[in-house]
């Protein structure tokens, strides 16, 4: 099992409409969430943080976080086309010996007009 | 402006010669860090550096070579004995263990 997963897409959503990143992980004593947005050929630039369970809202993106079902997911309302990218999805864990940030491989999104 | 910066944004070299990859922040942050991206991976850690003259090996060190002389720089060196060297190869920082790290532009490092 890897230990920050991500369903690798591309997810295709329409213009305006809602789109739903997932993302699970291994580590239950897991703290801290991170969302990062990556286009093609960039670096990743960081959305949002969430470290309490529930919901964090900044502008059109909502952080989902359910350390229980050691999930943590991505909402974006109005999707625009500009939000075509990959979001990485990072986990801060104890592993290999140490803390360290992990993260997922990814989901490419596309939204259409 | 505050920020990471990253030289070269391309890099070429032939098979057998070591190169040094540039990374200077000039956040404040005491942490800074190595990864390497390949297609369709995540990002693998290479080295971090919490504080100045120190640093430690990340998941895949074998090959990499780094320093921590001062604050804002923390190079990293591929060498010959990294079998797979061609990669995008990103530098972070973070104000703090835990927190959110910031990404510098990235070096594409291609070995022919």
């Known amino acids: 099992q890897k230990e920050v997963e991500q369903n690798s897409g591309p997810l295709s959503v329409p213009e305006g409409a809602i789109a739903s990143l997932n993302c699970t992980y291994s580590?239950?004593?897991?703290?801290?969430f991170f969302w990062y947005r990556q286009y093609s050929g960039k670096s990743p630039e960081l959305i949002m943080f969430?470290?309490?369970?529930g919901d964090k809202e900044d502008g059109r993106f909502t952080a989902q976080l359910n350390k229980a079902s050691q999930y943590v997911s991505l909402l974006i309302r109005d999707s625009q086309p500009s939000d075509s990218a990959t979001y990485l999805c990072?986990?801060?864990?104890?592993?290999?010996?140490?803390?360290?940030?992990?993260f997922g491989a990814g989901t490419r999104l596309a939204v259409h007009p | 402006d505050g920020g990471i910066t990253q030289s070269p944004k391309y890099l070429f070299r032939k098979e057998g010669q070591n190169v040094t990859l540039s990374c200077e922040q000039n956040?404040?942050?005491?942490?800074m860090y190595w990864y390497r991206q390949d297609p369709g991976q995540g990002l693998r850690l290479i080295y971090y550096?919490?504080?100045?003259?120190?640093?430690q090996k990340g998941d895949i060190a074998e090959g990499y070579s780094v320093s921590r002389e001062k604050k804002e720089s923390f190079p990293l060196t591929v060498t010959s004995a990294q079998k797979n060297p061609t990669a995008f190869y990103l530098c972070?920082?973070?104000?703090?263990?835990?927190?959110?790290?910031?990404f510098g532009p990235g070096t594409r490092l291609t070995v022919t």
């Open positions: 969430i470290y309490s369970n």
């Open positions: 972070a920082s973070t104000p703090g263990q835990g927190s959110e790290q910031y």
């Open positions: 990072a986990v801060f864990m104890f592993s290999g010996g140490y803390n360290k940030l992990i």
């Open positions: 550096s919490q504080i100045v003259n120190d640093f």
């Open positions: 956040l404040n942050h005491d942490a």
């Open positions: 580590d239950r004593g897991s703290q801290s």
